[in-house]
RNA sequence: GGAGAGAUGGCAGAGCGGUUGAAUGCGGCGGUCUUGAAAACCGCUGAGUCCUCACGGGCUCCGGGGGUUCGAAUCCCUCUCUCUCCGCCA
């Protein structure tokens, strides 16, 4: 959510900023409703005021012994008027807080221009794709015969969900491993273990909802909840409601998660393989930063994500997203590409944001400076991997002329020293 | 699943219809004292929001929502969560 102040006193200019993203904001409501909610705040204000005037003449009357009918007499309509002026009140509010919750994030001056994909722009990039003098085959050939099992996935559940058996299981399992260790004992990072299924307010705070709703799945309970299309939901609201000291900062969390997406609006895209799974298994790493710091945060955290495909030898390279390829809630985002041989292009492995205040807004996350000043933390979320990609990723990059996979010297230690999935 | 108890400020804990945003204690901050520290004493110490250039002033919040009342932390309804006992269970 952005700040209510700005969208008030400069309305015009968050429009403008806006603009990056190919956001039209729709001015003259925004206004128009500002401007009834002023005058409908005071007026009720006005009223309570009184009410709460006349109340206390009524005890003091009585605590004196004196007659309150007149008093009783004068208030008689206050109460109703009161209550009507108070549901328009709320209307307008509701009208209004609504509008505000569907506004996206700023994006940072620093954000490429554009709003197509193409307009990324590449920061860096490293390794080298290698070389095959075969046939490269892609994941899903590669996987049938080591236990890669569409087939069944699709009796239990349907379209966009896999099987793994036997090493390729004990494959996904060694990265998670992997990936946590290197987060914990080298970057710092402390490990938290969430609740994949959540509330509506959740889902709210980390701007999934109302917006984005057809990402996630509901579950059909008494309880309402959703399954988290990634464990950020779950570790960032740790801090909802929360006023931190500012010695708590920053907050430094990894978490491995099973992910849920329902993919809505992606039809006949990645159908084949586990690129765009249903449920998928993902790292996660999530900051709590001081605002001042939040942007050394975000480039010292993509380092982190990076760290991992360095050590397991994948290729990819660091693009900064558009401004129309920003996520609802970020304010500036990186995204690893890993190299996937068998599409001959670099694709999407981990995300990287900074959603400054965005998030923090949204679920009232705050903290408290040495001065007493309380201010809004800033968020950032990182994926670190997503795994079942990264398994992907190593499938491919890592075949030879008959199929067999060898594993990253890095990995073989979580993988019972084995080097080759034959 | 059954029976009961509870939810108040950073924490502990009073209040159970009127001038209580809330006694008291602890903690925290500032000061006096001290070579320094401790002790003692004094003062301050919740969050949010609206109007205002400002000075100020108002409003909201005692787990969430609704109701009764001129007036609710206090009464009623409802939901959530916590605790105790019984049952069941990975």
């Not at 554009?114 to 307009?119: D, F, I, P, Q, S």
């Not at 290698?130 to 049938?144: P, S, W």
């Not at 996630?216 to 309880?223: H, I, L, P, R």
């Not at 990723?393 to 594993?407: M, P, S, T």
Request: glycine content about 6%; aromatic content about 6%.
């Amino acid at each position: 959510m952005l700040d209510p102040k700005l969208i008030r006193q400069d309305l015009s200019k968050v429009a403008e900023l806006l603009k990056k993203r190919g956001m039209t904001l729709d001015v003259a409501r925004i206004n128009s409703l500002e401007e009834k909610r002023k005058e409908l705040q005071v007026l009720v204000q006005q009223l309570q005021s009184e009410r709460n005037a006349n109340a206390k003449a009524v005890g003091q009357a009585k605590a004196q012994g004196k007659n309150v009918d007149e008093i009783l007499h004068q208030v008689k309509d206050l109460g109703e008027k009161l209550q009507a002026t108070e549901s328009e009140f709320e209307q307008v509010q509701n009208a209004l807080n609504d509008m505000l919750a569907m506004i996206p994030n700023i994006p940072h001056e620093s954000v490429p221009e554009g709003l197509k994909e193409e307009c990324n722009k590449e920061i860096r990039k490293w390794g080298t794709p290698k070389k095959y003098d075969f046939e490269v085959k892609d994941h899903v050939d590669l996987g049938a015969r080591i236990g890669m099992d569409f087939p069944t996935a699709a009796k239990l559940s349907g379209a966009r969900f896999v099987v793994l058996r036997n090493k390729l299981a004990r494959l996904q399992r060694a990265l998670i491993q992997f990936m946590l260790d290197i987060h914990i004992k080298e970057h710092g990072y402390q490990e938290i273990y969430v609740p994949t299924l959540v509330t509506a307010e959740c889902l709210f705070g980390t701007g999934q909802l109302p917006k984005m709703k057809e990402d996630v799945f509901s579950v059909n309970s008494e309880q309402g909840f959703y399954l988290v299309p990634t464990s950020e939901v779950s570790v960032t609201n740790t801090i909802r409601d929360e006023i931190l000291e500012i010695d708590q900062l920053p907050q430094k969390f990894v978490c491995y998660s099973s992910c849920f997406r329902s993919e809505a609006g992606s039809y006949g895209k990645d159908t084949r393989g586990m690129i765009r799974n249903h449920q998928f298994e993902k790292v996660e790493m999530i900051q709590i930063s001081h605002p001042d710091k939040s942007y050394e945060v975000l480039e010292e955290m993509t380092k982190h994500a990076e760290t991992i495909l360095q050590r397991l030898e994948l290729p990819y390279r660091v693009v900064a997203l558009c401004g129309g390829d920003l996520g609802f809630c970020a304010a500036k985002t990186y995204d690893l590409e890993v190299w996937l041989p068998s599409q001959n292009c670099y694709r999407e492995i981990s995300s990287c944001s900074n959603t400054e205040s965005f998030q923090a807004r949204r679920m009232k996350a705050r903290f408290k400076d040495k001065a007493g000043k309380i201010d809004f933390v800033h968020t950032l979320n990182g994926s670190g991997l997503a795994v079942g990609r990264t398994l992907v990723a190593i499938l491919e990059n890592n075949q030879d002329a008959i199929g067999r996979i060898h594993i990253p010297k890095a990995l073989q230690p979580y993988f019972d020293g084995q080097s080759v999935i034959e």
